[in-house]
């Protein structure tokens, strides 16, 4: 096995500001799907203090995402958050350690509130927060069994990063017959590049592309 990396920067690197994609995507969505507030969960993926920090600029997607999570609230729509599992022991990574490092509360730049969700979109205590070990937050979680339960069949897609978990989350969603919702601009990635290549994907095999207007807007008509 490669000699691992000690230091947090050498893994995650630091995201240079990109302007957000927008409506220039839709044209790649190939269903029609409508949101319905009933059967909808809002999933926020991974906005911990400890990834947001890497964002030279994050404060349109912050602001974009706290939109969305107003706009769900107002009707009553489950908020689910993942975190990334923080372990004890490197071994619990598995093939992570080699392929992103000791993970979160670890390296040079650590600190004890980078597993903390960031203010702006703070969980309220009705809200749901998964633990995942891996990149889906399907994976090894109650994620689906919670969406059973409230009789959700639908899932909107907000966090980062958009070419890892939340592709991940995506595919796993459509394998269990439960409609995504990629929000473009409510979503950050490494770079423009993996953004638009993550939503072109989503759209061409698993899902449906939105804005964080377009949603916010549908959300406001439905009775």
């Keep these: 096995m490669k000699n691992i990396k000690s230091n947090f ?8 500001h990109y302007n957000l994609p927008g409506a220039e995507l839709l044209s790649a ?5 409508k949101i319905t507030p009933n059967k909808a ?10 990834w947001v920090n890497r964002f030279a600029d994050s404060e349109n997607l912050q602001n974009n ?3 969305v999570l107003k706009a769900c609230r107002n009707k009553s729509i489950p908020v689910i958050y993942t975190e990334a599992k923080k372990v004890s022991h490197p071994a619990e990574r598995g093939l992570a350690l080699e392929l992103w490092g000791p993970g979160i509360g670890k390296g040079s730049q650590a600190k004890d509130n980078d597993n ?10 009705d809200d749901f927060i998964i633990v995942k ?30 070419h890892h978990g939340i592709l991940a989350t995506a595919l796993d969603a459509y394998m269990r017959n439960i409609q995504v919702f990629f929000v473009v601009d409510s979503v950050g990635d490494y770079s423009l590049e993996d953004h638009i290549m993550s939503a072109k ?10 804005t964080t207007d377009m949603l916010c807007e549908e959300l406001i008509i439905k009775k």
């Design 9 to 16: 920067d050498d893994w995650i690197p630091s995201i240079p």
């Design 133 to 162: 070990p891996k990149y889906s937050a399907f994976y090894k979680t109650d994620l689906e069994d919670m969406m059973r339960r409230t009789n959700r069949d639908q899932l909107i897609l907000t966090g980062i990063y958009g």
């Design 116 to 125: 903390s969700i960031v203010s702006v979109v703070k969980p309220n205590e």
């Design 65 to 67: 995402l706290s939109k």
């Design 29 to 33: 969505n190939k269903v029609d799907w």
């Design 41 to 50: 969960a809002l999933l926020i993926h991974d906005f911990q203090k400890y």
């Design 201 to 210: 994907y989503i759209a061409e095999v698993c899902g449906t592309l939105t």
